[in-house]
Nanobody
Framework: QVQLVESGGGSVLAGESLRLSCAAS????????FGWFRQRLGKEREFVAL????????FYADFVKRRFTISRDNPANIVYLQMNDLKPEDTGVYYC???????????????WGRGTQVTVAS
């Protein structure tokens, strides 16, 4: 089992930025797909973005609209989510997840972090 630890959440004003980090324990980082998901108050957990560690292929949810960028640092076993132009509706708990399939389906991910809170005030 891969341990994932998120960090970088916080409280910001609308229009500001945050960068989330997800540190993964050792192997098999380079053979994995990493996703960011979020859960807003009263709503189900939803897909935000994913990246394949090998090759760096990315995929985003439509609501990201070029505001968010996912990236990875393979030697450091870290995945990032740069979030720009944040909106109040982006408020929620953001989770990092690891799987082996290039998929936005939550069920495809085997390992999950505990999440980091992002709060955006208007």
């Amino acid at each position: 089992q891969v341990q994932l630890v998120e960090s970088g959440g916080g409280s910001v004003l609308a229009g500001e930025s945050l960068r989330l980090s997800c540190a993964a324990s050792d192997r098999p980082f380079s053979r994995s797909v990493f996703g960011w998901f979020r859960q807003r108050l009263g709503k189900e957990r939803e897909f935000v973005a994913l990246i394949r560690a090998r090759g760096g292929s990315e995929f985003y949810a439509d609501f990201v609209k070029r505001r968010f960028t996912i990236s990875r640092d393979n030697p450091a076993n870290i995945v990032y989510l740069q979030m720009n132009d944040l909106k109040p509706e982006d408020t929620g708990v953001y989770y990092c997840a690891r799987g082996s399939q290039y998929s936005s389906d939550l069920a495809s991910y085997e390992d999950w972090g505990r999440g980091t809170q992002v709060t955006v005030a208007s």
